[in-house]
């Protein structure tokens, strides 16, 4: 009996069981042992389905189902194999199994494509090892280069370089990883978040990746005793910082419902129930799909902290500390993905992504189509992460349709 | 020469030398190596000025000045030895010193008084080694029993009752040291805060200590995906804090001067920058020199809380864990101090106590009187702590002055 699964469910538990930790949850960190196990079955299992493998230098892992033209182009399917630690066993592997998947329905019921279909285990996308997110088709895509890792330390201090190696990869020139041949890339991915769910759709057809900006604001004021000074004469950083959040979430109301913003940090000095807060630290997360509003919106907020700042005599700093701009799927994938649907009765929403994916990449270089299929509750990142079976196959059999429009007609 | 001090401000670096540490602050907790030095010269120094000195069972030193009347009751002024970590040289050691150098003064120029008159160093009032505050006076007030101590350890699991016995001390039966002969308690010092700098006035007439009630708010909501999670989906248990707090803010704006509000502590659960927060837990601490008023506010703003936690759907706990009631000061002393002021042209204000003190123990037994000096900066607890020479002298003329005028006349 073969030791490699037979459908979508079995697959999902097979791959799981690599970093499967205590909790249920799955921790396969960039280059640790369970990571490196689950791309060598993930290898051996393409192998036996008749596709040809390869790693590139720095451990992405490709399955291709080659053109009988050798100078076809190459369509790419796939997601990243890494983890958050304890996370779920559907965010990544889902993609990179549906696309094993697909290509071994291809081969076994179609034959040689137009063009080389391969499926793209990439090797790091969630940054929770090293802080570098999407490094896999960051470099695939010339986004990142090779210095780009300097510096960078796991939490146990192994350097980056070292951990690759120990891996078994490692590159001298980055030229190695960059592809030139992609003409596609397609990415199969859970929702996490509960858009799909709540309405009641099966597949989300992803139009853009928004944009985001990341902020560390720091208030300063004075720490004061609480008994002994009046609240007309307080400088207090935390009555600051909640007035600013406040205000931005107002702000934030204003705006469409795109629109996301979040302060999901915040840090008080010195923190004791009986001294007046002295420094207030917090983070701002803001997301939209359209560059220009994101833009106008921050420099509203920031406007709007600097007065608050200066009517209440705190000093006030802020810092951007991530900017990414919101990136386009390709416009014509979506209309074949959202004809596909229409054409086999099953319910879609076309949305934004409000989380990155290594499709906001791939865009860059080549028409790019996002697909989704519903989080049960949302909820991602988390042992409870959960899609059902009939969603996962409703969203491989979109996958199928759409490769097999790209690969054979 | 006489190892003891001459004037006040000899005698506040003389003490503050017991406890130095190198930020410049002294650091003199309860039963401490420093602590149990610091009552001893205290002692030395007593006994060399003529005066009767004992300690009581727990650790208060006393040094007394006797009426020739063996019927005739006691006068009691003096604060408390122990500090911070890190604390001023003038918070508590003030008032004793200051009573000391009073006494020195009836000893040499006045003879003996009609009642008797006692300088007390208070074993403890600050609470920073046992979360105990006003163990010194609780005790001898009979407010507090020995029981109270049962299962308090210090920060490095030492308990309360071995610290005391190690320190010399120790109490079989609770009578020893309750003293019912006390007519009349005095207290000098400073304020630790900033409204007679502001007001530019030499002395601060306690009318009374203000009350307290400290709250523990835990806010419970869902923490989700920031990125995928849209605003009306949301159940972001920051949100609601920050809510409750701003609208804790105007709240207290509704209120006369007199009333101060403070949150200075807050937590956020997972506290990491891309989820939405699903737990806040913040302290909110109330004062207010009148208990009704106290009680009405602290109903309003629980209701406001609860009714934005309904409207947000988020859970919320609150939790009273500090109550204390206003105490008036005395108001014939207070009346006598201010004729006082008047008549030796000192300006002074008369005003509350944001900040506990020993006299708030010392009230419920017997008349009392609270007399503050200015705080440079309103700054207390900490090395920076000042008060100039000139504000001292003033204070100990007025101390010096109210006794004559309750002791001689």
Redo the contacts between chains.
Sequence with gaps: MSPFPNNLAEAIEWLSSYGAVPDGGVTRTLYSKPWKEAQQVLKEWMEELGLQTSYDPIGNLFGRLASKDSMAPTILVGSHIDTVLSGGKYDGAYGILAGILALKHFKEHQGHPKVNLEVVSLCEEEGSRFPIACWGSGMMTGIYCIQDINGFRDSEGICFEQAMKEAGFGIGEQPDVVRSDISAFVELHI?????LE?LQKSIGIVQSI?G?K?FRITVKGEP??????????RK?A??GA??M??DL?GL??EYD????????????EP???????GQVEF?V?A?HPVNSVLSIFCEQFKRQFLEIAQKLGLEIGIEIWHNVQPVQMDAKLQQIVQTICINSNISYHVMN????HDSQLFARMCPTALVFVPSQG????SPSEYTSNHDLETGLSVLIQLLHRLAYK
Excluded: C
């Design positions: 929702e996490q978040g509960p858009s709540r928004v985001q990341r004061n005793h609480v008994g002994t000074t009046l609240m007309k004469w207090d935390l009555l909640v007035t959040i406040h979430y934030t109301k419902e795109d629109f996301v913003t979040t302060v999901g940090q915040l840090f008080v923190n004791v129930p009986n001294v007046i807060p983070t997360d997301r992504s409000g989380a990155g949302g909820i991602s990142h």
